[in-house]
C-alpha cells in the first residue's frame, strides 16, 4: 500500500502522504524498509492533555514528520469503551475552565491552543458553524508558562478515549506511552 501512495505522489496525483495510528515499531519498519522510497509527511493520531504522547512527538520532529492531532479536545467515544468514564471531560476540567477564565478564552480555544503551541496541527470535529469560528479563536489564545505546567500535569496518566484494539481484536498502540 505505501509503494502505491507512493508512486501517486511520484506521479503528482497527491503532494504529500502519511500514515495515522501507527505504532513505534510499525513507522520504524516502514521507514527502514528498503522499498520505502518516500517518508511519511504526517502521522495522524490522538492527542490531547490527557493524552501528550511527548516522546512519540518529538521522535517525529527528529524525523522530520508533521503529527496532526486528532481528538484534540479529548473527545469520548463511547463506541471503544469506558476510558471516556474515568476521567472528568477534557472541557469540563477545572484546570481547562480556569485557564480559559485567566486569558479570556474558551476551554476549546485553550486546548487547542495548546496543541498547535506543540507544532502540532490539530483537527477538531465540529458540524456547527460557531464551535468552528470559536475554533480558530485558539489562535488569539495565548497561554502562560504557569497554564503549561497545569496541562502537563494532567498528562502524568494518560488516557487514551478512542481505542478500538478490543472490538477489533488487534493489539493497537503498543510501545506507546498509554499502552
Known sequence: TWQAMSHLESLGKTRHIGVSNFSPAQLKHLLDHPHTTTRPFAHQFEAHPYLPQTTWLLYHAEQGIHVTAYSPLGNANPTYGSAHEEVEPLLSSDVIKG????????????????????????????????????????????????????????????????????????????????S
Open 99 to 178: 485557564i480559559a477564565k485567566d486569558r479570556e478564552c474558551t476551554p476549546a480555544q485553550v486546548v487547542l491552543a495548546w496543541g498547535l503551541s506543540r507544532g502540532t496541527s490539530v483537527i477538531p470535529k465540529s458540524s456547527h458553524a460557531g464551535r468552528i469560528e470559536e475554533n480558530f479563536g485558539a489562535q488569539r489564545c495565548g497561554l502562560e508558562y504557569e497554564d503549561y505546567e497545569k496541562l502537563h500535569k494532567m498528562g502524568m496518566r494518560p488516557k487514551r478515549f478512542n481505542n478500538p484494539s478490543g472490538s477489533w481484536g488487534v493489539g493497537l498502540y503498543e510501545g506507546l506511552q498509554d
